[in-house]
């Protein structure tokens, strides 16, 4: 009876390596599935930190200190902004009435830059103005846009 069962035994055995063997190779696969995406994914996010490291995110705000009334403009994003524009309602800010003659937004902001230019409401200026901020950096275009009062 042993004679009949050790070839069983071995032959079971086989089938039990050979079983294992296609489990592993599944369990392989599997996990290298899962390792390309990972791969994709922390790619995908490395490429959008390096975009955000080029945008930049110019915004606007009206503050009045002492007896001047002044907009200031702030670079929030990690990339500098070039070719600055700024507009009230539509139109671009030196030919708004609030605009003061000599005083105009520059055209480049450095990250975390902040500058400030004197603006002058007046009784005949609408207190609130759509003050919209449009710029170059690295990713391409940006724009901000914000109804902010003046007064």
Not at 3 to 27: D, K
Not at 33 to 45: F, G, H, M, N, P
């Amino acid at each position: 009876m042993t004679e009949l069962l050790s070839p069983l035994l071995g032959v079971a055995a086989l089938g039990v390596a050979v079983w294992a063997a296609i489990q592993s190779r599944g369990a392989s696969r599997e996990a290298n599935d899962l390792q390309e995406r990972l791969v994709a994914l922390e790619s995908a996010r490395e490429r959008d930190r390096l975009a955000a490291a080029k945008r930049a995110r110019v915004v606007a705000f009206v503050r009045t200190i002492g007896r001047s009334t002044k907009l200031f403009l702030r670079n929030e994003g990690e990339g500098p902004a070039r070719a600055i524009q700024v507009f009230f309602d539509g139109q671009p800010m030196s030919e708004h009435p609030v605009a003061v003659s000599g005083d105009s937004p520059p055209t480049a902001l450095g990250s975390q830059g902040e500058v400030n230019v004197l603006i002058a409401p007046t009784h005949g200026t609408p207190i609130r103005a759509l003050v919209t901020v449009a710029w170059e950096d690295d990713s391409g275009p940006g724009r901000w846009e914000s109804d902010l009062k003046l007064v």
